[in-house]
């Protein structure tokens, strides 16, 4: 595969939210608001890349039995940066986020990359799939927090984008609408490969 | 804080649902949730552990990371505590009840990487809970796990005749369900929420 391809393969037509299910806890808690999906996106892609990089560069190394461990530390280091960081520049991001930043540890996601692409594959592809699916990752949550966050709040990046008559959806902030709007674009995009598939 | 470990525990379990409130555990709620027995099989574990490990990160946090000044590391330190309590369990199960064993040992590695449990530990930190309210909050946190996915495994069990649309099925009409047993247990909040 060309890096494009591999890029393309893991961002849209693999996607780990919608067609793996994977990572759904953090894309249902941070998307109330855009600001906070954005930011939390980007720190999944950053540990995503790294992460890759890292564990590809020492996949010949590793013991298969401490594997699963040496690939958790790994994430984990870049995760602990990712929140310094952001305490660092972003404290009422970083605030509002809470225990998610520590939980891109535990997301499926950056594991399920390690194990089905970074073990077997050459750092820098490993690196193109990380970022594809971070991409993929950030899409989802932009998307859901722009329904959530329009209807919620009456506003888009903390930006009042609604009139003056609007009246706030008081379930959309609530943690309800997230399952359901997740639901919602899973049966679209399940629906749209059927009927390619055909 | 001034819950009470007795409040914060009922608070856990109805109000504060870990699963339908803080969204943690998708991922092995959304993928074990198709039988009633190995979802109660893999709660009871959840439970088990959840309450075991917040008191164990609890006492870590608050004796070896606070007095070394090494609070950042404690992603890193919850995680191998985790795994190292949920890895020496496995051992202990095996060894001494090789029944009890065959019935939840599959499930045990599943746990380590549940963002439930390390979720949990997360927020005790951040909440700065007591010893006794970290327990309450640990052990109401699993029982309400627990009481999410023997839901929707009965739930789900019921759908199987049922005519659902092709693209809906599986982790989808899960989800919908999800979500309207959130709607319902929002109908607990005016007990008491912990935020």
């Known amino acids: 595969m060309t890096k494009k391809e591999i890029f393309v393969v893991s961002a849209f037509k693999d996607n780990s939210v919608w067609r793996q299910i994977l990572g759904i806890c953090s894309t249902l808690a941070v998307t109330n608001l855009m600001l906070n999906s954005l930011i939390m996106g980007l720190g999944v892609i950053f540990t995503l890349a790294l992460s890759t990089f890292t564990i590809s560069l020492i996949r010949e190394y590793t013991p298969r039995s401490v594997r699963m461990m040496a690939q958790t530390l790994i994430i984990g280091a870049y995760v602990i940066i990712v929140d310094i960081l952001l305490k660092a520049w972003l404290p009422d991001v970083s605030k509002q986020l809470g225990p998610y930043v520590g939980l891109i540890i535990t997301n499926c996601i950056l594991m399920g990359r390690a194990e089905a692409f970074a073990a077997q594959n050459k750092p820098l592809d490993s690196m193109i799939d990380g970022i594809g699916a971070g991409v993929g990752y950030t899409l989802v949550l932009l998307v859901i927090s722009f329904i959530r966050e329009l209807l919620g709040f009456g506003t888009l990046f903390g930006v009042r984008v609604m009139g003056e008559g609007w009246i706030n959806w008081s379930i959309m902030v609530m943690a309800p609408s997230a399952f359901f709007i997740l639901a919602l674009m899973i049966w679209a995009i399940n629906t749209y490969y059927y009927k390619e598939a055909k | ?195």
């Open chain 2, 1 to 195: 804080m001034g819950i009470t470990p007795f409040v914060l525990f009922w608070a856990a379990i109805f109000t504060s649902n870990i699963l339908l409130t803080n969204f943690l555990g998708m991922c092995s709620y959304l993928s074990v949730s198709k039988e009633v027995e190995s979802s109660a099989g893999l709660g009871i574990a959840v439970t088990f552990v959840l309450t075991a490990t917040a008191g164990l990160n609890w006492l870590v946090y608050k004796y070896i990371l606070v007095p070394f000044h090494i609070e950042y590391l404690q992603f890193i330190v919850f995680i191998i505590v985790i795994a190292a309590f949920v890895q020496l369990l496995e051992l202990i199960i095996e060894r001494y009840v090789p029944a009890l064993y065959y019935s939840l040992g599959i499930f045990l590695p599943l746990i380590t990487v549940n963002c439930a449990i390390f979720g949990v530990s997360l927020f005790l930190v951040i909440r700065n809970y007591s010893f006794l309210q970290s327990i309450a909050f640990g052990a109401g946190s699993g029982i309400g796990w627990l009481l999410a996915i023997l839901m929707l495994a009965g739930i789900r069990n019921r759908l199987k005749e049922k005519l659902v649309p092709a693209g809906l099925r599986g982790a989808g009409i899960s989800l919908v369900i999800t979500g309207i047993m959130a709607l319902a247990f929002i109908g607990f909040s005016g007990i008491q929420a912990v935020q």
